[in-house]
């Protein structure tokens, strides 16, 4: 089990272009065909909002002794860039995505994805159905699910003007509340780490404003022709199990696979069982 500092230690970073500005994307990748790519597409895993790619920390080592692994930060999130000068919707990461997969070489993936990272997915799937051979949707924004009121209220222009102790507290009352059972204090940390600086802050607020609904809602779900996993914590709030069912009944090539147990962070919260149900899945 990583912690912060050790997953930011391993990333490598990278320059795409998004609306005409060339921004640097941190990522996590791993894997036994790392080196040579192998016969296997990768899988890449997009976390969501407030979260970063250390969300991924333990789903990727399991996954990654079988598979190629990369698990970006979204642009405004984690170790990528932060400044106050672009675009950070989900439709603006839909072009991160595709530039970062160009800039590896990379024609054919696996995507996983939780929360806005689900709505990114979604879009880059029905954009790019020859690229996109499964699809790993957790507790995903879809539809006109979003933008929830812990979110909205993180875009609020009071919130750039917070305490540093206030953001934190905020902070960490949506990652104890969105779990299940006890926080790991270490996932709570990990995940708040980005967002306590001054830039950091500021980015935050910035990725909350940009959440726009209208992403989702104009997404042709009837593009979507990759086989598609809809590995959901049932007992989610922010992005209720009813959606999941919706996906499953419009998506050409869908299974429903609820796990019980788990919250809004169902990576974190049930990672044995959710890394197995995707290795089952990628066989």
Not at 100 to 127: K, Q, T, Y
């Amino acid at each position: 089990m990583a912690d912060h500092e050790s997953w930011s230690d391993d990333q490598a970073t990278t320059t795409v272009t998004v609306d005409g500005h060339d921004l640097e994307v941190a990522y996590h990748e791993d894997g036994p065909d790392a080196a040579d790519g192998g016969d296997e597409p990768p899988v890449v895993f997009v976390h969501g909002i407030p979260t970063w790619s250390f969300l991924w920390r333990d789903v990727v080592p399991a996954v990654a002794e079988e598979r190629r692994t990369i698990a970006p930060d979204m642009v405004g999130y984690g170790n990528s860039a932060v400044s106050d000068d672009f675009d950070r919707s989900i439709r603006a990461q839909e072009a991160m995505l595709e530039g970062l997969l160009e800039d590896l070489g990379i024609d054919r993936i696996v995507l996983v994805a939780h929360d806005i990272g689900g709505g990114v997915a979604l879009r880059f799937a029905a954009h790019n159905p020859d690229v996109v051979d499964q699809l790993v949707l957790s507790n995903a924004v879809c539809y006109d699910s979003w933008p929830v009121e812990f979110v909205s209220n993180l875009g609020l222009p009071s919130t750039a003007d917070l305490e540093r102790e206030e953001l934190e507290g905020r902070l960490d009352s949506a990652f104890v509340d969105g779990a299940y059972g006890d926080a790991d204090p270490e996932f709570v940390e990990g995940m708040k780490a980005p967002w306590l600086t001054d830039e950091g802050h500021l980015s935050l607020v910035r990725n909350a404003v940009a959440t726009n609904t209208n992403h989702t809602t104009e997404i042709d779900y009837d593009a979507i022709d990759a086989e598609t996993l809809l590995l959901w914590g049932e007992d989610d709030v922010m992005q209720p199990y009813d959606y999941a069912e919706r996906l499953a009944d419009d998506l050409a090539d869908a299974e429903l696979a609820p796990l019980s147990d788990a919250y809004h962070w169902v990576p974190e919260d049930r990672p044995d069982a959710y890394a197995d149900r995707l290795l089952d899945f990628l066989e």
